[in-house]
């Protein structure tokens, strides 16, 4: 029997064709060791093509991440025409190997002109699901996610539908993203007052940046036994320290209404007055921003896999050396003492 609030066992584990060990870790309450960093695939046919894509799934994979997070709505920033285009690359990728990996997937966002291609509906699920597990090129999936919460859908229709791919062997494990934290909490009550499978995962926005689920959602989720797999730990990459806050916009904060997102999110002079502090205890610290940005996400203990991301290969290497870093305990104080605002709610533009 799972104990509420015991922390996850983690073990390290290379699996065969991989070139370094990584630390894998529970995904919540759940069985299922995952690796201790995801890699994330939205700009996989957009701002990656397909060989550029290919070459940063072999870099993940030889630095022993095994745990691959995509959606049909990806890739990010593209048109309608474009969305799924991701999970066709990952699933070519995927042959032969499919075993070796866990892969995640979600719906929600539009993926067609109809108002029913959208949605947490049972109709837009059940034809979502089968539409990425084409795309994928397997036969089931083993994290499926909500991509957003559905205020039009009744979520035990939600729920419902969710439960019965389970017990059909399309899905084994269910988890949500951009969920809000009393959402998330009606949502796994539901599931235990109907008996339906559980939600064991959650996908938030997190970094040093954006504290804001330390208030509620992390708390909850670790007393509960809830996997958290973070999104955006290098915020876009504004954690990267290469942005001028005197230039144009680049890279990650272009991509089209996506990087419109990324630029309300992120660019701001207080983001970048508090990015050349964090800079500067790097330095002291002898280590890249990067590598700092997410040990400081793995330090919580709430954390399962933050989800990391690249445009090309080279740019894995400072994630992939977070994995193992040890964060000193006085440094992890001034990275929080630095960006305490940022727990608090964005400050009023």
Known sequence: ?????????????????????????????????????????????????????????????????????????????????????????????????????????????????????????????????????????????????????????????????????????????????????????????????LRLARLDCVQPRYNLLFRQIEREMLPYCAEDGIGVIPYNPIAGGLLSGQHSRASAPTGRFTLGNAGAMYQDRYWHDREFDTVEALSRLAQQAEVSLVTLAVAWVLANQAITAPIIGASRPGQLDDSLAAAEYQLDGDLKRQLDDLTHEYRMGDAPR
């Open 1 to 193: 029997m799972a104990v509420r609030g015991a922390t996850p066992r983690s073990v390290r584990r290379t699996w065969p064709g991989s070139v370094l060990a990584m630390e894998h870790r529970r995904l919540g309450r759940t069985g299922l060791q995952v690796s201790r960093l995801c890699l994330g695939t939205m700009t996989f046919g957009l701002q990656c093509d397909e060989p550029a894509s290919v070459a940063i799934l072999n870099k993940a994979a030889d630095g022993g991440i095994d745990f691959i997070d995509t959606s049909d709505a990806y890739p990010l920033g593209g048109e309608l025409s474009t969305r799924g285009v991701t999970e066709e690359i990952l699933g070519r990728w995927l042959r032969g190997r499919r075993d070796r990996f866990i892969v995640a997937t979600k719906c929600f966002v539009p993926t067609g002109p109809a108002p029913f291609d959208a949605g947490n509906s049972r109709k837009h699920i059940l034809s979502a699901v089968e539409a990425s597990l084409r795309r994928l090129q397997t036969d089931y999936i083993d994290l499926y996610q909500l991509h957003g919460y559905d205020r039009n859908t009744p979520i035990d229709e939600t729920l419902g539908a969710l439960d019965d791919l389970v017990h059909q062997g399309k899905v084994r494990y269910l988890g949500c993203s951009n969920f809000l934290t009393y959402q998330l909490v009606r949502a796994v009550g539901r599931t235990e007052t």
